[in-house]
């Protein structure tokens, strides 16, 4: 039987039961101990505004989303759906980009609001001079490297070398460049991700943005 949301415990026990969470899972999500949450949902622990705001700030809601809970109809986990979706990389179906510091080549452009977009990237830029700021996205990315070796300048870390074979996978908010190390050019595969429902046009439009680029057509 559903408790009732009338108290902080309450409100996070509907939200948990409506997601279908474990204790577990959610202070995962919201990052609080998993002995802390449990004694909030039982109504022997409050949370300060700060961590109040934490957990919904991690969970994507709003204070008011939250704290209305009780109001909405109670629902089961939604089912997942199944899509049947498909993307070849032939010759035809890439939309290539040329900018000073990188040569682009969008993957599987015939589909549309991916969650994940590829991208084939020769890096020619070789220092930061060179590269100028680094950039920031919404998102995450993987990068693996495939030809040559290139050096990672992240905001927050100090600066590594990948080799061919070896990759990074980070968090695109953060500034973050990419330059070869120690050779011509190099070729990475990149993959972003994000909730954004066309990543790709969002990513494209930043290149354009940042380094004006001459576009070409897809499968140029």
Same mark, same amino acid.
């Given at each position: 039987?559903?408790?009732?949301?009338?108290?902080?415990?309450?409100?996070?026990?509907?939200?948990?039961?409506? %997601?279908?969470?474990?204790?577990?899972?959610?202070?995962?999500?919201?990052?609080?101990?998993?002995?802390?949450? +449990? &004694?909030?949902?039982?109504?022997?622990?409050?949370?300060? @505004?700060?961590? !109040?705001?934490?957990?919904?700030?991690?969970?994507?809601?709003?204070? *008011?989303?939250?704290?209305?809970?009780?109001? +909405?109809?109670?629902?089961?986990? +939604?089912?997942?759906?199944?899509?049947?979706?498909?993307?070849?990389?032939?010759?035809?179906?890439?939309?290539?980009?040329?900018?000073? %510091?990188?040569? #682009?080549? #969008? !993957?599987? +452009?015939?589909?549309?609001? &991916?969650?994940?977009?590829?991208? !084939? *990237?020769?890096?020619?830029? $070789?220092?930061?001079?060179?590269?100028?700021?680094?950039?920031?996205?919404?998102?995450?990315?993987?990068? #693996?490297?495939?030809?040559?070796?290139?050096?990672? $300048?992240?905001?927050? #870390?100090?600066?590594?070398?990948? &080799?061919?074979?070896?990759?990074?996978?980070?968090?695109?908010?953060?500034?973050?460049? @990419?330059?070869? &190390?120690?050779?011509?050019?190099?070729?990475?595969?990149?993959?972003?991700?994000?909730?954004?429902?066309? !990543?790709?046009?969002?990513?494209?439009?930043?290149?354009?943005?940042?380094?004006?680029?001459?576009?070409?057509?897809?499968?140029?």
């Amino acid at each position: 039987m559903e408790r009732s949301g009338a108290t902080l415990g309450g409100l996070i026990h509907l939200l948990r039961r409506r %997601n279908g969470w474990t204790l577990r899972e959610m202070s995962a999500k919201v990052g609080i101990p998993l002995s802390t949450l +449990a &004694k909030v949902e039982a109504d022997k622990l409050s949370l300060t @505004y700060d961590k !109040l705001q934490q957990l919904t700030v991690r969970l994507s809601m709003t204070m *008011t989303e939250f704290l209305g809970q009780a109001d +909405a109809p109670s629902r089961e986990p +939604a089912s997942p759906v199944v899509t049947a979706r498909r993307s070849l990389t032939t010759d035809d179906n890439s939309i290539r980009i040329t900018t000073p %510091n990188y040569d #682009y080549e #969008y !993957l599987c +452009a015939d589909l549309r609001e &991916k969650r994940m977009v590829p991208i !084939l *990237t020769r890096i020619r830029a $070789h220092n930061l001079a060179e590269f100028g700021e680094p950039v920031q996205h919404r998102g995450e990315e993987f990068i #693996y490297v495939l030809e040559g070796s290139i050096e990672v $300048h992240l905001q927050f #870390y100090t600066t590594v070398t990948l &080799k061919a074979g070896q990759g990074i996978y980070i968090d695109s908010t953060m500034g973050h460049a @990419y330059v070869a &190390k120690d050779c011509e050019s190099a070729l990475v595969l990149g993959v972003c991700s994000g909730e954004e429902p066309d !990543l790709d046009r969002e990513l494209i439009s930043l290149v354009e943005d940042l380094e004006t680029p001459e576009q070409g057509q897809p499968g140029s």
